[in-house]
């Protein structure tokens, strides 16, 4: 058990010193040492984990998917909104996040790398898949559609805010962005309901961590 716990420590550890490096770097400069001098750990270890950069850069970009901040809503559209609002507030703060808008942006890198764009396209045409067989979502959309063209203009968002606001405008942005969408896909009564400030994210994170404090015994 101890040897599996190290094992998951040193993955994560990888992960994150890659994520870092390819987040400053970008895929084509980004060197197998300097990985290593920031994961602290040596060649055998990564290699144990990753048989290349190239496996290295998948890693990073799976990682895009996890669902730690998940929160079960009335609502399919505001399970939606959660995830892009808490997205767009960890972004800026989380390397893996950052290393994935690099990854998945680098044209010359996608036939060896892939990108995360696909998976993301396909889990919002899943939620809006649900969201509409509940009467969320107006009969006309047609879910596989939307999923694309937000995801097209979510890509715009993340480059325009990093240009000019160093990513500090992140979340009014995205924001803005689902406050112009959802009125053309969204049941009229669904709409009202939703809450789609800039500060959502921000809340959803929060209740998160304290749902995980109460679980732990951690006091509030």
Request: aromatic share 6%; net charge neutral.
């Amino acid at each position: 058990m101890a040897q599996q716990e190290r094992a998951v420590r040193t993955r994560r550890a990888v992960l994150e010193a890659a994520a870092a490096v390819f987040a400053e770097r970008g895929y084509a400069a980004a060197t197998i040492a300097e990985i290593l001098n920031r994961a602290g750990v040596t060649k055998g270890a990564l290699y144990f984990h990753f048989a290349s950069k190239a496996a290295l850069a998948r890693g990073v970009l799976q990682e895009q998917m996890r669902t730690e901040y998940h929160v079960p809503r009335e609502l399919k559209l505001q399970e939606w909104v959660d995830a892009g609002m808490t997205l767009a507030k960890r972004l800026p703060r989380e390397p893996v996040l950052l290393a994935g808008v690099r990854l998945s942006a680098d044209l010359q890198g996608h036939d060896v790398l892939g990108s995360a764009w696909p998976a993301w396209a396909r889990l919002t045409s899943c939620v809006l898949t649900e969201a509409k067989e509940r009467g969320e979502v107006l009969p006309h959309v047609v879910p596989e559609e939307t999923a694309q063209v937000f995801l097209e203009a979510w890509i715009g968002v993340q480059f325009v805010s990093q240009a000019v606001a160093g990513w500090a405008d992140l979340d009014e942005r995205m924001s803005a962005l689902y406050g112009h969408l959802l009125p053309a896909i969204a049941a009229p009564a669904v709409l009202v309901r939703l809450d789609t400030a800039p500060d959502r994210g921000a809340r959803v994170i929060a209740e998160v961590h304290r749902r995980s404090a109460a679980l732990a015994g951690v006091p509030g």
